[in-house]
């Protein structure tokens, strides 16, 4: 058996932890006020998922506004068919593209 005054010494300490953990549980309970910008960043996952967001949109911009000529004739194989055709001969392309090597 303990005796009765590290009994009390135990139940002290334990008690001063229990009140220490019930300060702390609230204190993180607290919001914490975020700007909207913020906020932004954090759902993106921080700096790295905002810079690659920027990256991706600049460069969708660019092929968009631009319309590089390589990918207006790759779109005109694959959609089409045959180059300068024009028909809606998408078999051909699939043909084209999924084509088993026969060696």
């Known amino acids: 058996m303990l005796s009765a005054s590290l009994t009390a010494r135990i139940l002290a300490d334990a008690k001063a932890i229990q009140e220490t953990e019930i300060r702390s549980t609230e204190a993180r309970k607290t919001p914490k006020h975020r700007s909207f910008r913020q906020q932004m960043i954090a759902v993106l ?6 810079t690659g967001l920027a990256s991706a949109a600049a460069a969708g911009l660019w092929i968009g506004v ?16 045959v180059e300068g055709e024009g028909g809606l001969e998408m078999g051909l392309a699939f043909e084209i593209l999924f084509a ?3 060696s």
Not at 45 to 50: H, K, N, Q, R
């Open 66 to 81: 631009s319309q590089p000529a390589a990918i207006e004739a790759f779109a005109d194989v694959y959609f089409y068919g």
């Open 100 to 102: 088993e090597e026969t």
């Open 45 to 50: 996952w921080g700096w790295p998922g905002v």
